[in-house]
Nanobody, 123 residues
Framework: QVQLVESGGGLVQAGGSLRLSCAASGRSFSVYTMAWFRQAPGKEREFVARITWAGLTLNYADSVKGRFTISRDNAKNTVYLQMNSLKPEDTAVYYC????????????????WGQGTQVTVSS
């Protein structure tokens, strides 16, 4: 099993930026497909961004494309989510997820999850 710990959330004004980090331990980080999901109050958890182990394939939800960037540093066992031009609609708990294989865009394909970090964007 792999353990994931998110950090970097907080309260920001609309138009601001945050960088989320997800540190992994327990297994080889480089073989995992990594993704970010988010869940707003009263809503279902939704896909945000995905990156394969070598960083050659990137996927984003339409709602964040052009504003968010996912990246990873396998040597540091860390995946990042750079969030720019934040909107109030981005307010949610953000979760890091890992798959031992080629995890897709659905949450059911991921084996490990972090505890989540709160992102709040004020208008």
């Amino acid at each position: 099993q792999v353990q994931l710990v998110e950090s970097g959330g907080g309260l920001v004004q609309a138009g601001g930026s945050l960088r989320l980090s997800c540190a992994a331990s327990g297994r080889s980080f480089s073989v995992y497909t990594m993704a970010w999901f988010r869940q707003a109050p009263g809503k279902e958890r939704e896909f945000v961004a995905r990156i394969t182990w070598a960083g050659l394939t990137l996927n984003y939800a339409d709602s964040v494309k052009g504003r968010f960037t996912i990246s990873r540093d396998n040597a540091k066992n860390t995946v990042y989510l750079q969030m720019n031009s934040l909107k109030p609609e981005d307010t949610a708990v953000y979760y890091c997820a890992a798959s031992r294989s080629l995890g897709g865009l659905g949450q059911s394909s991921y084996d490990s999850w972090g505890q989540g970090t709160q992102v709040t964007v004020s208008s």
